[in-house]
Nanobody, 122 residues
Framework: QVQLVESGGGLVQAGGSLRLSCAASGRSFSSKPMGWFRQAPGKEREFVAGINWSSSTTVYKESVKGRFTISRDNAKNTVYLQMNNLKPEDTGVYYC???????????????WGQGTQVTVSS
């Protein structure tokens, strides 16, 4: 059974940093895109960052550019999201995603984790 398990969320003050990890199991995603979405209270789930299979291409939501960095370790079947200079508006549940059909993750991607809470205080 395929599983994506996020970790690394927590409570942090504005300006602080967190590093999220997403460990996949059940199949290899070494040739597949992976990425991160988030859902703030009362809002729709939104794309945050994506990375293709080889790490040659990364894509970010405009508001996180320069602050967040997505990376992956295909040998570990794991994707990361380094989040620096966090802002209160970054608060939400962060979800890991993987796709087996497309070159990049989308809201309709095939596999999703259960999410990890990130709370940024003022």
């Amino acid at each position: 059974q395929v599983q994506l398990v996020e970790s690394g969320g927590g409570l942090v003050q504005a300006g602080g940093s967190l590093r999220l990890s997403c460990a996949a199991s059940g199949r290899s995603f070494s040739s597949k895109p992976m990425g991160w979405f988030r859902q703030a209270p009362g809002k729709e789930r939104e794309f945050v960052a994506g990375i293709n299979w080889s790490s040659s291409t990364t894509v970010y939501k405009e508001s996180v550019k320069g602050r967040f960095t997505i990376s992956r370790d295909n040998a570990k079947n794991t994707v990361y999201l380094q989040m620096n200079n966090l802002k209160p508006e970054d608060t939400g549940v962060y979800y890991c995603a993987a796709d087996i059909r497309r070159p990049m993750v989308t809201s309709g991607s095939d596999y999703w984790g259960q999410g990890t809470q990130v709370t940024v205080s003022s």
